[in-house]
């Protein structure tokens, strides 16, 4: 019983350099996300999807990209790392309808030097 | 500009004892509220929730209240357990035509001691 899987769980990246980050759900979820957890700040929204080819952005989304060519992957794209981008980045699905919980990926810790 | 706020870091209580999270709200454009719980190097899971027709949802050892008059929502735990200790996040929902997006509190962090 996968449910969200991201990868990789950390990573060390120097400023500049670019990387995707891998997230995939087995549920048939419509509905993805991408949030970042800072201290302090709780999880804020990055990009979304509600389904593949739609895609959407959310509160912090300036330095990252998005896509969802099907319905079981969303990666998230960092174009050119910045050590502001260090954080521990989160994916979650929910099914189409809206008052539905998302269920999260355990994340992955990226640092940024 | 937070738009749910958790104004309490962090919450001690003995076990066997209620624990009561609070989450404040400024937007009349959330229509459900969730409660998840996140254990560290874990992704936060969902506890429970509630529909803003509703001011109660009740699960077991877990109820949460809503004032929607006050935007006011709150967590309560009883008995509270050595097990519950972990961070606790509010989360309200935008009407679709608002967004369709979850916004999180900051969290607070729940100590249970035995």
């Known amino acids: 019983n996968a449910g969200v899987t991201q990868t990789p769980k950390f990573q060390v990246l120097k400023t500049g350099q670019s990387m995707t980050l891998q997230c995939a759900q087995d549920m048939n979820h419509e509905y993805m996300s991408w949030y970042r957890q800072d201290p302090g700040m709780g999880l804020r929204l990055i990009h979304y999807s509600v389904g593949a080819g739609i895609t959407d952005q959310g509160e912090v989304p300036n330095g990252y990209n998005v896509s969802r060519s099907t319905t079981e992957d969303f990666p998230l794209r960092l174009l050119s790392a910045a050590p502001s981008q260090t954080s521990v980045y989160f994916c979650a699905s929910r099914p189409g309808h809206r008052n539905q919980p998302q269920h999260f990926g355990d994340g992955t810790r990226l640092s940024i030097l | 500009d937070q738009q749910v706020k958790q104004n309490s870091p962090s919450l001690s209580v003995q076990e066997g004892r209620i624990s009561i999270l609070n989450c404040d709200y400024t937007n009349s454009m959330f229509d459900y509220f969730l409660w998840y719980k996140k254990y560290p190097a874990e992704g936060p899971t969902f506890l429970i929730s509630?529909?803003?027709?509703?001011d109660k949802n009740e699960d077991g050892r877990f109820t949460v209240f809503l004032n929607k008059s006050a935007k006011h929502l709150s967590l309560h735990i009883v008995p509270s357990q050595p097990g519950d200790s972990a961070v606790y996040f509010c989360a309200a929902n935008l009407r679709r035509e608002y967004g369709n997006k979850l916004v999180f509190g900051a969290g607070t962090i729940l100590r249970v001691k035995s």
């Open positions: 509630i529909s803003s027709i509703k």
